[in-house]
Every structure is written in structure tokens, then in C-alpha cells.
């Protein structure tokens, strides 16, 4: 936990983000994410793959929209490249956009099957929840170092400390995400790279099959929704308040702290708890 010190200098440089950019704005946290902000910055650009669905978002908070697919890094770069061109330096940039497939009927390994090829889909979980992120990095980082700093947000999952029963390429990214982002807070904290990341469990979006925009608190996930479905924007305000409190690691379910210490305590065990709950919820399909 940062001292207090370190949280009074942290919440002073998040008050004084002029420019932020989020992306996968268009549905879900990424536009619960962009409409807080826009109560925080001067300039929100709402960074999607889905154009009409960013210059909705960006309509309704005064913000700016952007297309762009994420997984290419030349799409990252020009973003950057333009947004500080026009709006200006880039105070918070947050990595929001992600994808989950689950997978296929034969398992963690499957090649895919009748289901069709599964290594597309862990190519898209790579680049999608973890190559963006060092992209934006790559893009930001000789930027903000020579200016005094800067921050990340990264939205990882609780999949990517505990891993997500049924979804072998989402946990492996999501701990890789997870693990992307402590590398980038050791190795630049000291240039005054703030960066935080998001750890939440379910939340109500699209990702998860509820309905886009929905206040639906409840919603068969696969067990992923066992401590409770927060709305977006209780998970936006807990992950922007987070970040402007200067800490690293944000858990929006603070059951996963609970769950992270126990498996840390007793991986063998944690593992076999893990099966038995994955029984479980076999049991409960049938
Ligand atoms: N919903 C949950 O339960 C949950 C839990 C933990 C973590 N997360 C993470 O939160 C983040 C947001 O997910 P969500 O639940 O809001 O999902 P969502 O599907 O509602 O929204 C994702 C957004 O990302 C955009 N996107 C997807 N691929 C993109 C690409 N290649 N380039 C640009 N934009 C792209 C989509 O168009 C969409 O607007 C993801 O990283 C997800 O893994 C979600």
C-alpha cells in the first residue's frame, strides 16, 4: 500500500489529467470507465473497434471517438501519434479492450474440432488482452518519460490471478496482463509512471451475455458470478478511484484478495478446490 505521501502526490497528478484515452469505450466498463472520466478530464477519447458504438459514447459525455482495432499496433501508434496532435499529451491511457471465447467442448488444449480452430481465438486473446497494452506502452513511454510521467490503467481480470474455470486462453492472457503490468510499475515507477491494474470478477456487459447497458444484477456465468454481477459503473468508479488513490492492484470484488491469499498459502490445495468446484458446476448444467 502506497504511504500517504505517495496517495496525496498521486490523487494531485490524477486531478490534473487533461487528456485521457480509453479503449473498447464503446460498450460495457469502457464506457462506464470513459463517462466517469469525463467528470475528471479534460478531453476523453473513446477508442473503439466498434466506430458507431465510440461516437455514441463520445456524443453523450462531450468526449472524442476513434476507431481503431486494437491488436495492431500500427492502429495504437497512430492513435497516439493523432490524439497527442490534436488534443494533446496524453495524461491516462486505459487498456480496456478484451475478449473472451471460452473454450471449446474438449477442453484447456483443444485444437478446436467440429468447433472450428481454437488457435485463432488465443491469438486474438494475445493480442487483444495483452500486445495492445505493450503497445500502448511502447507508443507512450518515450512520451511521458521526457515530459515528468504519466498513467496506465489496464483492465485485467480476476481471471488473471485466479484463473476462469472454462476458459484456458482468457486466464493465461489475463495473467499475463496482469503480470505485463507489474513489469511496467517496477521498471518505470521511477520515471513517474503511475500504473494500475484491474482485477474484477463478473461484471454486467456484454462479455458475460447480459444485455448491453442493462442494470440486471443476477445471470448464469459459469460460477464467475458466485461473489455477485457489479454494474459497470460501480466497477468504473472503484477502478478510477483506485487509481487515484496510486494503487497498483484493484479489486473491485475484494473477495479475490481473499482467494488470491489462499492460493498463494497452498497451490496444491487451492487447485483441488478449484475441481471441485468446477464438479460442481458441471453437476449444476446437467
Ligand atoms: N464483464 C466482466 O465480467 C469482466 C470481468 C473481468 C474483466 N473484464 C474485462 O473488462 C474489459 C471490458 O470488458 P467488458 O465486460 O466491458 O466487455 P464488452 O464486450 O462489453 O466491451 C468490450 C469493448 O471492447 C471493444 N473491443 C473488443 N475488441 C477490440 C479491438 N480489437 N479493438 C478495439 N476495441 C475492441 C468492443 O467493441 C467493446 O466495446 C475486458 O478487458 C474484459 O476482459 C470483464
Same mark, same amino acid.
Not at 486505459?94 to 475478449?99: D, E, H, L
Not at 473472451?100 to 488465443?122: F, K, M, Q, T
Not at 511502447?138 to 521526457?146: D, G, V
Not at 496482469?178 to 510499475?185: G, I
Given at each position: 500500500?502506497?504511504?500517504?505521501?505517495?496517495?496525496?502526490?498521486?490523487?494531485?497528478?490524477? +486531478? =490534473?489529467?487533461?487528456?485521457?484515452?480509453?479503449?473498447?469505450?464503446?460498450?460495457?466498463?469502457?464506457?462506464?470507465?470513459?463517462?466517469?472520466?469525463?467528470?475528471?478530464?479534460? =478531453?476523453?477519447?473513446?477508442?473503439?473497434?466498434?466506430?458507431?458504438?465510440?461516437?455514441?459514447?463520445? =456524443?453523450?459525455?462531450?468526449?472524442?471517438?476513434?476507431?481503431?482495432?486494437?491488436?495492431?499496433?500500427?492502429?495504437?501508434?497512430?492513435?497516439?501519434?493523432?490524439?497527442?496532435?490534436?488534443?494533446?499529451?496524453?495524461?491516462?491511457?486505459?487498456?480496456?479492450?478484451?475478449?473472451?471465447?471460452?473454450?471449446? +467442448?474438449?477442453?484447456?488444449?483443444?485444437?478446436?474440432?467440429?468447433?472450428?480452430?481454437? +488457435?485463432?481465438?488465443?491469438?486474438?486473446?494475445?493480442?487483444?488482452?495483452?500486445?495492445?497494452?505493450?503497445?500502448?506502452?511502447?507508443?507512450?513511454?518515450?512520451?511521458?518519460?521526457?515530459?515528468?510521467?504519466?498513467?496506465?490503467?489496464?483492465?485485467?481480470?480476476?481471471?488473471?490471478?485466479?484463473?476462469?474455470?472454462?476458459?484456458?486462453?482468457?486466464?493465461?492472457?489475463?495473467?499475463?496482463?496482469?503480470?505485463?503490468?507489474?513489469?511496467?510499475?517496477?521498471?518505470?515507477?521511477?520515471?513517474?509512471?503511475?500504473?494500475?491494474?484491474?482485477?474484477?470478477?463478473?461484471?454486467?456487459?456484454?462479455?458475460?451475455?447480459?444485455?448491453?447497458?442493462?442494470?440486471?444484477? +443476477?445471470?448464469? $456465468?459459469?460460477?464467475?458470478?458466485?461473489?455477485?454481477?457489479?454494474?459497470?459503473?460501480? =466497477?468504473?468508479?472503484?477502478?478510477?478511484?483506485?487509481?487515484?488513490?496510486?494503487? $497498483?492492484?484493484?479489486?473491485?470484488?475484494?473477495?479475490?484478495?481473499?482467494?488470491?491469499?489462499?492460493?498463494?498459502?497452498?497451490?496444491?490445495?487451492?487447485?483441488?478446490?478449484?475441481?471441485?468446484?468446477?464438479?460442481?458446476?458441471?453437476?449444476?448444467?446437467?
Amino acid at each position: 500500500m502506497p504511504d500517504t505521501t505517495d496517495r496525496a502526490s498521486s490523487s494531485q497528478a490524477f +486531478d =490534473a489529467t487533461r487528456v485521457a484515452v480509453v479503449t473498447g469505450g464503446g460498450h460495457g466498463i469502457g464506457r462506464a470507465l470513459s463517462r466517469r472520466l469525463a467528470s475528471v478530464a479534460d =478531453a476523453v477519447v473513446v477508442a473503439d473497434l466498434e466506430g458507431g458504438a465510440a461516437e455514441r459514447v463520445a =456524443a453523450d459525455i462531450g468526449g472524442h471517438a476513434y476507431c481503431l482495432d486494437v491488436a495492431s499496433e500500427a492502429d495504437l501508434a497512430a492513435l497516439v501519434a493523432e490524439v497527442e496532435e490534436t488534443l494533446g499529451p496524453i495524461d491516462l491511457f486505459v487498456s480496456n479492450a478484451g475478449v473472451g471465447y471460452g473454450d471449446a +467442448d474438449d477442453g484447456a488444449a483443444s485444437r478446436g474440432g467440429r468447433l472450428g480452430p481454437v +488457435d485463432d481465438r488465443w491469438e486474438a486473446c494475445w493480442s487483444i488482452n495483452v500486445m495492445a497494452h505493450v503497445y500502448a506502452a511502447r507508443a507512450l513511454l518515450p512520451r511521458m518519460i521526457p515530459r515528468g510521467g504519466g498513467a496506465f490503467i489496464n483492465i485485467a481480470s480476476a481471471a488473471g490471478l485466479l484463473s476462469q474455470i472454462g476458459d484456458a486462453a482468457y486466464s493465461a492472457t489475463k495473467h499475463a496482463a496482469v503480470a505485463f503490468a507489474e513489469s511496467l510499475a517496477i521498471t518505470h515507477g521511477d520515471d513517474g509512471i503511475r500504473v494500475t491494474v484491474a482485477c474484477p470478477q463478473a461484471v454486467a456487459t456484454r462479455m458475460i451475455g447480459m444485455p448491453d447497458d442493462s442494470g440486471a444484477a +443476477d445471470g448464469g $456465468f459459469g460460477g464467475n458470478d458466485v461473489d455477485g454481477i457489479l454494474p459497470p459503473e460501480t =466497477a468504473a468508479d472503484l477502478i478510477v478511484d483506485g487509481a487515484r488513490d496510486g494503487r $497498483f492492484l484493484v479489486l473491485p470484488h475484494p473477495q479475490v484478495a481473499t482467494y488470491a491469499q489462499r492460493k498463494a498459502a497452498d497451490h496444491d490445495r487451492w487447485i483441488a478446490g478449484m475441481r471441485r468446484f468446477r464438479a460442481r458446476l458441471a453437476a449444476s448444467d446437467d
